[in-house]
C-alpha cells in the first residue's frame, strides 16, 4: 500500500474478527438503547427493526469488505476514498477521514456514557443511598475512558488479548442472561407481543416516532470498520479483515435478536418498564430477583468496557493512520509510535481527550447520550458510503481483491448507500418532543462544527499539501524502512 509498516502483525483471524464483534457488542448496544426503544415504537420496532436494520447493515458490510480486501491500511476508509476517486482524491479522501474520526470518537464517548449510567444502576441497587446524577455519569464516564487510554497505551498484545475474552464474555453472557430470561421469570409475554406499537416519544406521527427507534439497532451496528483499520495488524489481511467485517455483522445480528426477543417477552408491566430510569434494569428485577439481576447487571457493565476498549483502539488507528498523511493539526506526533510497546501512544491520548470533549454537554443535557449516538451513527455510515460510493463510480475499473462479490458488487453497493443516506438523514432530526434546549438533538451542530473546521481548514492550506494517501516509495523502498 505504499507504507513502510511500523506496526507488528499480531492479529490473526479471530482477533480481527473479535475487534468488530467487540464494538458492535450486541450486549452493550441492545442494553443502552432498549429504554428508547421501548418508547419509540416498542416491541415491533425493537423486533422487527432489528431483523430489517440488521440485512440492512450486512449490505453495507459486505460491500465495505469487498473495498477492505483491496486497500487492507489502517487508513481504512479515507485511504480507499482517495485511491478510488477519480478526481479530487484529496477532497474525498479529506472529508471520508473526518467523518470517520468524529463517528469513532462518538462511539467511544457514548460506549463509556452507557457503561457509567449502568455502573451506577449497580451501585443504586446495591447502595440505595447513592443517587445517580448527570454530574456523576460524566465525571465516570471520564474515569471509564481514561483507564481504557491506559489499556491502549500499552501494547498490541494485551489489547489482542483482552478482544478474545471480550467474545467469550459476550458469547458466555449472551447464554447467561437469554436462559436466564426464558427460566426464572414467572410470567412472559403473549407471541402477539411482539406486535405491539407505543409512540411516547410526544410526536403525534406514529410513522416518525417508529423511525426513531431504528435507532437502537443502527447504534448498535457501528464500528465493524475496526476490522478494516486493523488491517496493518492483521496476518493474511487481504482475507482476514473482510472475514471479519462480515461475521462480526452476521454473528451479531441472530445472537442479537435472540437476546432482543428474550427481553420483549419478559417485560411485566409495559408502561412501569417504559418509564424507568434504565428499563432494561427494571425487567431484570422484575423478572429474576434483585441478586440475580445484579449478577446480570455486572455481565453488561463488562461487555460495556470491552466494547469501549476496543472501540479506543480502532479510533487511534484511524487517528495514527490520517496524520500520517499529515491530514490532522500536529501529525508528526499523533503518527509516532512508541519503540517500545509499537503502539501510536500519542494518539491514543488524542483520541481519549476528543471522546471526552463529547461528553461535556451531559453535564447539563439528559438527551446527551441520543445526540452522542446519532454522531457516532452518522459520522460513521456517512465515511462508510464515501468508498463504497465511489467504487460504484468506477465499475469495471475497479479492482477487487482476494475477497470480492463478483457481480453482486454493484447491486449490494446501491443498496448500501442507499440505506446510509435514508438512515444518516433521520437521526439528524429531532428526537423528542416538545423541543427544548434541553431536549435538541444536538447530533447536528456537533457534525456541522466539525465539518466547518474540516472545510475552513481545506480551502485555508490544507488542498495546496494534501493530496491524499501518500506513497513512500517503491516496494523495496517501503519494505527497507519497515519498523525502522
Known sequence: M????????????????????????????????????????????????????????????????????????SGALYFSAGKLAKRHKGAWSWYTGWLNFVGQVGGTAATGYAAATFLQAFIALQWPSYEPTPHRTVLITALIIVLQGLANTYTVHLVAVLNRISVWWL?????????????????????????????????????????????????????FDGSFHMSEETVRATVNAPKGITRAIGYSAIAGLL???????????????????????????DGLGLGTAK?????????????????????????????????????????????RTRTPVKAVWLAVACSLALVVPGWWSH???????SVNVVGLFLAYA???????????????????????????????????????????????????????????IALAVVLAAATVWWFAAARRR?????SYGRPDEVAAMDLV
Not at 438527551?367 to 449516538?373: K, L, R, S
Request: hydrophobic share 50%.
Open 295 to 339: 449478577v446480570v447487571l455486572l455481565i453488561v457493565i463488562g461487555a460495556m468496557l470491552f466494547c469501549g476498549l476496543a472501540n479506543l483502539t480502532s479510533n487511534t488507528r484511524q487517528i495514527f493512520a490520517f496524520s500520517r498523511d499529515g491530514a490532522m493539526p500536529g501529525s508528526r506526533w499523533w503518527h509516532s509510535v512508541s519503540p
Open 2 to 73: 505504499g507504507y513502510p509498516r511500523k506496526l507488528t502483525r499480531r492479529f490473526q483471524a479471530f482477533d480481527n474478527f473479535a475487534i468488530s464483534f467487540t464494538i458492535i457488542n450486541i450486549i452493550s448496544g441492545i442494553f443502552s438503547g432498549f429504554g428508547f426503544g421501548l418508547n419509540a415504537g416498542g416491541p415491533s420496532i425493537l423486533v422487527f427493526g432489528w431483523i430489517g436494520v440488521s440485512a440492512m447493515v450486512l449490505f453495507v458490510g459486505a460491500a465495505m469488505a469487498e473495498v477492505a480486501s483491496a486497500y487492507p491500511t
Open 171 to 223: 458469547l458466555s453472557g449472551l447464554v447467561v442472561i437469554v436462559s436466564a430470561l426464558i427460566v426464572m421469570p414467572e410470567h412472559h409475554q403473549s407471541a402477539s407481543f411482539v406486535t405491539h406499537f407505543a409512540n411516547n416519544t410526544g410526536f403525534t406521527s406514529g410513522l416518525y416516532g417508529g423511525m426513531l427507534g431504528l435507532l437502537v439497532t443502527s447504534w448498535t451496528f457501528t464500528g
Open 367 to 373: 438527551t446527551a447520550f441520543t445526540a452522542i449516538v
Open 259 to 285: 437476546l432482543m426477543l428474550a427481553l420483549v417477552y419478559s417485560i411485566r408491566d409495559y408502561d412501569r418498564v417504559a418509564s424507568a430510569d434504565a428499563p432494561p434494569v427494571q425487567i431484570l428485577i
Open 466 to 470: 494534501f493530496h491524499g494517501p501518500v
Open 386 to 444: 464515501v468508498p463504497i460510493l465511489l467504487r460504484l463510480r468506477l465499475g469495471d475499473e475497479f479492482q477487487p481483491g482476494p475477497w470480492h462479490l463478483g457481480r453482486w458488487g454493484r447491486p449490494v453497493g446501491v443498496v448500501a448507500v442507499t440505506w446510509i443516506v435514508l438512515s444518516s438523514a433521520l437521526f439528524m432530526l429531532p428526537q423528542a418532543s416538545p423541543i427544548t434546549a434541553h431536549s435538541f438533538n444536538y447530533a447536528p
